[in-house]
């Protein structure tokens, strides 16, 4: 889905990105990429939900690039993925353990009563 990828033709990276995953990372370095200016970088780059909302649209694969195997191939294209079991024990501690998430109280007082 090329909403899901960032690509910066000036440094011909094309990245894919995935939740829970070091998005938020690599969305400070394709800040870092950017034109936008110092103040701009500086009132965003310390906010995870304005680099989510402000720096994908402005490395979008466009219809009229490259057909996505070529790109994909004249590219240094990355993406970054979890473990399966790292990312059910990252879910365990976020939603069961710290608790925080009000949706999961019933679910979490039943396994602990359970287990």
């Not at 979008?60 to 399966?84: C, G, I, N, Y």
């Amino acid at each position: 889905d090329r909403h899901e990828l960032m690509y910066d033709p000036q440094h011909e990276l094309l990245f894919c990105r995935n939740t829970k995953v070091g998005t938020t990372t690599w969305l400070t370095h394709f800040l870092h990429l950017s034109s936008l200016s110092a103040s701009e970088k500086n009132n965003t780059m310390f906010s995870s939900p304005k680099l989510h909302k402000n720096i994908p649209p402005l490395f979008k694969v466009l219809d009229d690039d490259l057909e996505m195997r070529t790109l994909a191939q004249s590219t240094t294209s990355f993406s970054m993925v979890k473990h399966p079991f790292e990312r059910l024990v990252s879910a365990y501690q976020d939603k069961m353990f710290d608790g925080s998430d009000p949706s999961y109280f019933k679910i979490r007082n039943f396994i602990i009563k359970k287990y």
